[in-house]
């Protein structure tokens, strides 16, 4: 909701009364004010609107998913990089249902701007390979498999990567 340099501030006028309360003798105050700062520090590396869009993306609901998106109106202003990557890649996720092209696009742009997980990573590179494999980039589309296939370290994605290797071969 808040610009993330926004957060900062009040996260630091937050801890300031925090300092003086602890001055002032009223030691709860300062602790309470402490934990209602690390709030804002939270929300200024994960922004709060991403969060809820990932909600609506674990229920499958991509209409809402895109709704919470939306109401992000300057990405590159309001978002950390990584934020950035992430508002991508959930945009490529929405996309990959309908228009590859569009898909590959924001795939590629939350790959460039960086994912923190490795299994997310992984997801954007299997989901670029599908992607590829369908507009018949074989090679590209092997590579990309490879390489998700080394990002998914908690084998969460096996089952996925060996289906596109059989499609592959069909090719």
């Keep these: 909701m808040f610009n993330k ?3 900062l ?7 300031a009364y925090a300092i003086y309360q602890f ?5 709860g105050n300062g602790i309470f004010l402490l934990l209602l700062s690390s709030i804002f520090i939270f929300l200024y590396y994960r922004n709060e609107i991403i969060l809820l869009a990932f909600l609506r993306m674990r229920k499958q609901d991509l209409p809402g998913t895109e709704n919470w998106l939306k109401k992000i109106k300057n990405p590159e202003g ?10 991508n890649y959930l945009h490529g ?5 309908t228009n590859l092209t569009q898909a590959e696009k924001y795939f590629k742009k939350a ?3 960086g994912l923190t997980m490795d299994y997310d990573v ?6 670029l390979a599908g992607i590829a494999m369908q507009k018949r980039r074989k090679r590209e589309a092997t590579t990309l498999l490879k390489e998700a296939k080394k990002m998914d370290k908690n084998n969460m994605l096996t089952e996925q990567i060996r289906m596109m290797q059989q ?5």
Excluded at 23 to 27: A, C, K, L, V, Y
């Design 111 to 113: 790959l460039k701007l």
């Design 5 to 7: 340099n926004i957060k």
């Design 78 to 87: 309001a978002l950390t990089t990584k934020q950035q990557g992430y508002y």
């Design 122 to 127: 992984a997801m954007a590179k299997l989901s």
């Design 93 to 97: 996720i929405i996309f990959s249902q």
């Design 9 to 15: 501030v009040i996260a630091g006028l937050i801890i």
């Design 167 to 171: 499609q592959m071969k069909k090719i």
């Design 23 to 27: 001055i002032e003798g009223e030691i």
